[in-house]
């Protein structure tokens, strides 16, 4: 894995660009609370600032977490207090829209998750038919094992996002009581699933060829 800043690898992602016969597929994995979101914003801004200041332009983000399993499946899978772990989300559905992406020649709508409402809303985000760089972020994108190693001929360029245990947690912590929870209750819910989440991400995962380090991010 190479290392890389933001910065460097949005020049990185802009460079392997020119050399692409269609779209660029770019994941960017790593543990709940890594800061995946905020990297992936960052990386499409920076790419598509083209000095005007609209924030158009070639890139996309396409969220993993419009996979996410209803509230409605997980209680009837007795997986509810899992939510966030591999089996509550639809692999092989995010894998038919990633084949869908990769070749689309027209504009396709696509699922984006609420945390607000705690669901997925379909139809929410659209990667339009001149996104040639599709940023995809998702804690499970190169996790080796099945169902989803099925997602990696989809990627053109993996990244790695490394954050200490010690950080993941306090992030974790604090987006439960960001959710409203007393300080008891949200340390007990990352602790008792989004930390073993983060652990088996970290322990689990294919080699990336960036990593972006804490501290870089």
């Known amino acids: 894995m190479t290392p890389v800043d933001r910065d460097a690898l949005a020049a990185q992602i802009r460079a392997r660009l020119q050399k692409a016969d269609g779209r660029l597929v770019v994941a960017i994995a790593g543990p709940p609370g890594a800061g995946k979101s905020t990297v992936s914003e960052h990386l499409r801004t920076a790419i598509n600032d083209s000095g005007n200041g609209s924030g158009d332009g070639p890139a996309v983000v396409v969220p993993m977490d419009g996979f996410h399993l209803d509230n409605a499946i997980l209680d009837e899978r007795g997986l509810r207090s899992r939510k966030g772990s591999p089996p509550t989300f639809d692999c092989a559905g995010f894998a038919v829209l990633l084949e869908r992406l990769k070749g689309a020649a027209e504009d396709v709508v696509i699922p984006v998750f609420d945390r607000k409402l705690d669901l997925a809303r379909a139809g929410a985000s659209i990667v339009r038919a001149?996104?040639?760089?599709?940023?995809?972020?998702?804690?499970?994108?190169?996790?080796?094992?099945?169902?989803?190693?099925?997602?990696?001929?989809?990627?053109?360029?993996?990244?790695?996002?490394?954050?200490?245990?010690?950080?993941?947690?306090?992030?974790?912590?604090?987006?439960?009581?960001?959710?409203?929870?007393?300080?008891?209750?949200?340390?007990?819910?990352?602790?008792?699933?989004?930390?073993?989440?983060?652990?088996?991400?970290?322990t689990a995962s294919r080699p990336a060829d960036f990593i972006i380090a804490f501290g870089d991010d």
Request: hydrophobic share 45%.
């Open 130 to 202: 001149d996104h040639r760089i599709l940023l995809v972020e998702g804690n499970y994108l190169l996790l080796d094992q099945e169902p989803w190693p099925r997602l990696q001929p989809f990627f053109d360029m993996t990244v790695w996002l490394e954050v200490p245990f010690p950080e993941l947690e306090r992030r974790l912590v604090q987006r439960w009581l960001d959710h409203g929870h007393d300080a008891t209750a949200a340390r007990k819910r990352a602790l008792s699933n989004d930390i073993p989440n983060a652990e088996l991400v970290v």
